[in-house]
């Protein structure tokens, strides 16, 4: 057994969205959350660090990144030399632990030996779920110079590229293939996008893709192996697509309308709405992106709160991704607060502790503390429920890290 630790007089917010509760001890042994004490809890030989009224709580997750996605431009992208690709994605990923997220879910590009590197500890990084390879119809992939069409364009230079599939036999080749490559979720692009580079792909955000039975049999596809589909989708059509054929959760959706978020309602639909991306395209990255990527970014910018409020007026179940893509990744804590103009702040903290715990089907583990979790835990430097805008600043506020039981940050001492 692992040496004990407890962590005393902590201001705690557990993540299942009741009121915080002060001078709360919680015990660590194993990896595990053994015990979540109103008393001061005296173990002999174990590690004691006294918090003295900080803020504890779950280990963020994020639904929706892209740690690989270092440059904005494709072609810029794919021409960083392999192993700087690996080391500044490895960077990107020890920083995402010390803003204190110790769960990433991405949204598709990195490969299976970053979590391998991972949980073998020769890195250190968050909990990855990987899609791997997402599924895109042919016309939507980045084509470069030197590819031909039908030639989809590496995502990286690894060597990662999209599943160019047509019709539901080929969707159902392309998500096995991601699956084989060590998807834990497949990623279907089921509308238009913003920052698409194809020549080829004239696809707008509100332009839907995917038919209903390609989409199925992704479902189908992904079921079989126990896992499910993410859909990038923005608009009611590409969404109601979605829902129709069985999908897990809507990502971004920023132009959906009130019927279709009463039906993602119904039908207990996940929502991962992406705000900071757009915000950090259209102010920090604007320098970035070409014309076109921005007079599409204009077309969705202003409609994704507006969104958020449709879904949150239903009832729909709300995650948090942050979808940053290129430079300024380490932004990705605004999500807290941009979505605080709708949600409480204790609401956008749930979202992006348990309800995407649930959403990556890993709630009995993840995003709460309570006994026999995971022991995957943050120490902030103040209140977040006064201020969430704490969590943009993750570098400096988030004092301590606990990823599986292990100390990953502590600045306290
Ligand atoms: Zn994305």
């Given at each position: 057994m692992n040496k004990m630790l407890v962590l005393n007089n902590a201001f705690l917010i557990d993540g299942k969205g009741g009121d915080p509760q002060p001078g709360v001890s919680v015990v660590v042994a194993d990896g595990i959350i053994k015990e979540v004490s109103h008393k001061e809890v005296r173990i002999d030989g174990a590690r004691k660090i006294d918090l003295q009224g900080a803020c504890l709580m779950p280990g963020l997750i994020d639904a929706h990144v892209h740690p690989g996605a270092l440059d904005l431009n494709l072609e810029d992208q794919i021409n960083i030399p392999p192993t700087v690709f690996v080391h500044k994605t490895t960077r990107n990923l020890e920083n995402d632990l010390k803003l204190g997220f110790t769960t990433l879910r991405d949204g598709c590009t990195l490969d299976g030996g970053f979590r391998t590197a991972i949980e073998q500890g020769y890195i250190k990084g968050p909990r990855l779920y990987l899609a791997t390879s997402q599924i895109v119809q042919s016309g939507a992939e980045s084509y470069g110079p030197g590819y031909k069409l039908r030639d989809p364009m590496p995502q990286n230079s690894l060597g990662m590229i999209p599943q160019v599939c047509d019709g539901p036999d080929e969707v159902r080749r392309g998500a096995r293939r991601a699956l084989g490559l060590g998807a834990d979720q497949i990623k279907i692009f089921a509308s238009g996008e913003v920052v698409s580079q194809s020549k080829e792909d004239r696809a707008t955000p509100d332009q839907w893709k995917f038919t209903v039975p390609e989409i199925a049999a992704a479902v189908e596809t992904a079921e079989a192996a126990g896992t499910y589909v993410m859909a990038h989708a923005y608009g009611a059509t590409a969404i109601q697509n979605c829902i129709h054929a069985g999908v897990r959760s809507i990502e971004h959706g920023n132009l959906m309308n009130p019927e279709t978020a009463a039906l993602m309602a119904e039908k207990r639909v996940f929502y991962v709405p992406t705000l900071t991306c757009y915000q950090v395209l259209a102010k920090?990255?604007?320098?970035?992106?070409?014309s076109y990527m921005i007079e599409k970014l204009e077309t969705v910018l202003d409609k994704g709160l507006e969104a958020l409020e449709m879904a949150y007026r239903a009832g729909v179940k709300i995650c948090s991704g942050s979808d940053i893509v290129g430079p300024n990744q380490e932004l990705k804590g605004r999500e807290l607060a941009l979505k605080a103009e709708v949600m409480t702040p204790m609401e956008a903290i749930v979202s992006a502790t348990r309800t995407n715990a649930e959403l990556i089907n890993m709630a009995d583990k993840l995003g709460t503390v309570e006994p026999d979790k995971l022991a995957d835990i943050i120490v902030v430097d103040s209140n977040p429920l006064e201020d969430l805008s704490l969590f943009e600043k993750g570098f400096e506020s988030v004092i301590m890290v606990l990823k599986n039981g292990q100390i990953m940050k502590n600045t306290l001492s």
């Open positions: 920090e990255s604007r320098g970035y992106m070409t």
